[in-house]
């Protein structure tokens, strides 16, 4: 059971807005820690998406947002596209843990 | 172009031991911080090891005293390896560099973000 909580699933068709949320505690995203997103296309590894919360690396679509607020953080993908068909796994930090880093269960996207 | 290559995965039978090793390209190792991340079958994303610049290493509860991250400057290449392999210990297995990164303002992000991964390797625990 992963320390940072994803639905494990979510869909939309093309050019539909989905969200997938990353809900955490007191002492990971609620105590201040940043929340990274990494994108895994099918075979492939996981690739940065989002960093610090909402800041997108270069070459990453603005069709990719992100946001967070209390305990949760949350990705947006606008204007779906059926290559944006991967898994989604958020990354923090938890004060309660020995863990360097915590990941979400990842959510698996499907364009419908 | 920056890059890492993961090798040394394989089909080991319970209790045994194997080293995985990631080669790094355009970056030199020895001054990032490097880890180690799996994920099983099916299964989300697992820290397991981190070696800072300076040489001190930290575990995952689930692999403390059975894995040993290393790093050989001369080669560019970071290694962990396994001993005493379970069965739950079949994942593939990503090397991945940590850099800090910055807001507009100068602030750090915490924690440290994953920027570059290599394409894994897969090991599989079973008699």
Known sequence: QSVLTQPPSVSGTPGQRVTISCTGSSSSIGAGYDVHWYQQLPGTAPKLLIYGNTDRPSGVPDRFSGSKSGTSASL????????????????????????????GGGTKLTVL | EVQLVESGGGLIQPGGSQRLSCEASGFIVSNNYMNWVRQAPGKGLEWVSVIYSGGTTYYADSVKGRFTISRDNSKNTLYLQMDSLRVEDTAVYYCAREGPYYDRSGHQFAPDVFDVWGQGTTVTVSS
């Open chain 1, 76 to 103: 947006a993908i606008t204007g779906l596209q059926a290559e944006d068909e991967a898994y989604y796994f958020c990354q923090s930090y938890d004060a309660a843990l020995s863990a360097h880093v915590v990941f």
